[in-house]
């Protein structure tokens, strides 16, 4: 059992939760392996639209977290394989600063995510995963629910495709994530092509996806990321899917797995 995309307390808008508690339940759990993929900083000249802005960790805090994790690490060896890791934002137009902390940390990594939560309209950036309210503002802004779908999917693609360096993530990050309020804003007929698009990107790069249990917990949304048949194409084309719970909280290790299509996991 892989986890690979797992948060930690250096969430600034997660848990207290230690990183010992998370290695512990992922014993319990079973499992034989798990990635910690914590937010990266954000480049220093992108404004973080959220109120709070805590999307992702505060660059001071970096060095800390990588040292915590190699201190697990090697503290549950005979345990578990510990990975250390981030989930990169590729936000476009922040490329080059991208691409510099990649090159600062990337060598001492041993797997990451290449993530799109950050969407730019004619009116300013939104973070289309954040609430309800500010994803009615960026369909707002975007025109309708189609184009905003498009927007997000050309994102992704560019995400794939984008030269972010030699340290550049191998695996993209909850590919459906614009569908986290999906029973409020029902997805638009032919999302599944766009989704399509992407895959073939992804195939193209050989890069691998995160089958990412949160959104079945999440109240509005209630599947996975992708969803199975997106899953299941993937899979048919070869693409490697990694099962990542998202956790946010040492509790939510393994969330959505009982509910996934197991047998397509890269193991």
């Given at each position: 059992?892989?986890?690979?995309?797992?948060?930690?307390?250096?969430?600034?808008?997660?848990?207290?939760?230690?990183?010992?508690?998370?290695?512990?339940?992922?014993?319990?759990?079973?499992?034989?392996?798990?990635?910690?993929?914590?937010?990266?900083?954000?480049?220093?000249t992108?404004?973080?639209?959220?109120?709070?802005?805590?999307?992702?960790?505060?660059?001071?805090?970096?060095?800390?977290?990588?040292?915590?994790?190699?201190?697990?690490?090697n503290?549950?060896?005979?345990?578990?394989?510990?990975?250390?890791?981030?989930?990169?934002?590729?936000?476009?137009?922040?490329?080059?600063?991208?691409?510099?902390?990649?090159?600062?940390?990337?060598?001492?990594?041993?797997?990451?995510?290449?993530?799109?939560?950050?969407?730019?309209?004619?009116?300013?950036?939104?973070?289309?995963?954040?609430?309800?309210?500010?994803?009615?503002?960026?369909v707002?802004?975007?025109?309708?629910?189609?184009q905003?779908?498009?927007?997000y999917?050309?994102?992704?693609?560019?995400?794939?495709?984008?030269?972010l360096?030699?340290?550049?993530?191998?695996?993209?990050?909850?590919?459906?994530?614009?569908?986290?309020?999906?029973?409020?804003?029902p997805?638009?007929?032919?999302w599944?092509?766009?989704?399509?698009?992407?895959?073939?990107?992804?195939?193209?790069?050989?890069?691998?996806?995160?089958?990412?249990?949160?959104?079945?917990?999440?109240?509005?949304?209630?599947?996975?990321?992708?969803?199975?048949?997106?899953?299941?194409?993937?899979?048919?084309?070869?693409?490697?899917?990694i099962?990542?719970?998202?956790?946010?909280?040492a509790?939510?290790?393994?969330?959505?797995?009982?509910?996934?299509?197991?047998?397509?996991?890269?193991?």
């Amino acid at each position: 059992m892989k986890d690979g995309h797992i948060h930690s307390p250096y969430c600034p808008h997660g848990t207290s939760d230690s990183l010992k508690m998370y290695v512990e339940q992922a014993i319990e759990l079973g499992y034989q392996s798990m990635t910690f993929t914590e937010h990266a900083p954000l480049p220093a000249t992108f404004q973080d639209p959220v109120p709070e802005k805590d999307s992702g960790m505060k660059l001071e805090d970096l060095e800390a977290y990588l040292h915590a994790v190699d201190v697990v690490k090697n503290e549950y060896s005979g345990d578990i394989l510990v990975q250390k890791g981030l989930e990169i934002d590729y936000i476009k137009g922040h490329e080059s600063e991208t691409t510099a902390l990649l090159d600062t940390y990337g060598p001492s990594l041993d797997d990451s995510i290449l993530s799109v939560h950050f969407l730019k309209g004619s009116q300013g950036w939104y973070c289309i995963d954040y609430s309800p309210e500010m994803f009615q503002e960026a369909v707002k802004d975007f025109g309708d629910l189609q184009q905003l779908y498009v927007a997000y999917n050309q994102r992704l693609i560019d995400s794939v495709r984008a030269d972010l360096g030699p340290w550049k993530p191998g695996r993209i990050g909850h590919m459906t994530l614009v569908k986290k309020f999906q029973e409020l804003y029902p997805a638009p007929e032919g999302w599944e092509t766009l989704s399509s698009h992407v895959l073939h990107a992804v195939k193209d790069c050989a890069m691998t996806l995160d089958y990412n249990g949160a959104g079945l917990k999440k109240a509005h949304c209630k599947e996975t990321y992708p969803p199975v048949e997106i899953a299941r194409k993937a899979y048919a084309m070869g693409i490697p899917l990694i099962y990542g719970s998202d956790a946010h909280q040492a509790a939510a290790l393994g969330q959505g797995l009982s509910d996934i299509s197991t047998q397509l996991l890269t193991r």
